[in-house]
Nanobody, 122 residues
Framework: QVQSVESGGGLVQAGGSLRLSCAAS????????MGWFRQAPGKEREFVAA????????YYADSVKGRFTISKDNAKNTVYLQMNSLKPEDTAVYYC???????????????WGQGTQVTVSS
């Protein structure tokens, strides 16, 4: 059973930065493709970014491209999401996920963390 724990969320003003971390059990980040998703109140969970397990290829939602960066450290079994130039519309619970396919669909990720709240004030 894969377990992951997100951290790094908080309250930040618009234009600020946060770095989220996802510490996973075992060799998750080198065994599975890793993704970040977010869910705002009353909205569906949406794709933010993904990184592939072998070559570390990265993919981003258009809404965060150029502002967010996903990375991973396989030695620490940790995945990061550096978020810059934050906007109020980035406010959501952010989830780390692991799965066999690096897609934009939450259905392709089998293991999820508990989430961390990010709130961006205007």
């Amino acid at each position: 059973q894969v377990q992951s724990v997100e951290s790094g969320g908080g309250l930040v003003q618009a234009g600020g930065s946060l770095r989220l971390s996802c510490a996973a059990s075992g060799r998750t980040s080198s065994t599975y493709h890793m993704g970040w998703f977010r869910q705002a109140p009353g909205k569906e969970r949406e794709f933010v970014a993904a990184v592939t397990r072998s070559f570390g290829n990265t993919y981003y939602a258009d809404s965060v491209k150029g502002r967010f960066t996903i990375s991973k450290d396989n030695a620490k079994n940790t995945v990061y999401l550096q978020m810059n130039s934050l906007k109020p519309e980035d406010t959501a619970v952010y989830y780390c996920a692991a799965g066999p396919r690096p897609t934009r669909s939450p259905d392709d990720y089998h293991y999820w963390g508990q989430g961390t709240q990010v709130t961006v004030s205007s």
